[in-house]
Nanobody, 121 residues
Framework: QVQLVESGGGLVQPGGSLRVSCTASGGISSINVMGWYRQAPGKERELVASITRGGSTNYADSVKGRFTISRDNAKNTVNLQMNNLKPEDTAVYYC???????????????WGQGTLVTVSS
């Protein structure tokens, strides 16, 4: 069974930096797109950033120039480096991966359990 495990959330002051990571495991053949979503209290889950297996990236306008997504295909990991954090970045951050399992032809999307990022002074 595929599992995505996130780490690295926490409390940071405005203007600070934080890095969240996610590792996928469990019968994986390959992973297409990996991404980070976030959900703030009372709001819908939104895409923060995504990265293809080949390294093409996509960012929400609100984080462009501040956040950087990266991945290690050999380790099935995806990272999100967050700089110049703002209070409005406070949310639960979820890892997402489009996984092709061993023995399967089609991919399926999996979610991590979420990690809380709080930006506050």
């Amino acid at each position: 069974q595929v599992q995505l495990v996130e780490s690295g959330g926490g409390l940071v002051q405005p203007g600070g930096s934080l890095r969240v990571s996610c590792t996928a495991s469990g019968g994986i053949s390959s992973i297409n797109v990996m991404g980070w979503y976030r959900q703030a209290p009372g709001k819908e889950r939104e895409l923060v950033a995504s990265i293809t297996r080949g390294g093409s990236t996509n960012y929400a306008d609100s984080v462009k120039g501040r956040f950087t997504i990266s991945r290690d295909n050999a380790k099935n990991t995806v990272n999100l480096q967050m700089n110049n954090l703002k209070p409005e970045d406070t949310a639960v951050y979820y890892c997402n991966a489009d996984v092709i399992q061993i023995g399967y032809l089609l991919s399926r999307k999996y979610w991590g359990q979420g990690t809380l990022v709080t930006v506050s002074s």
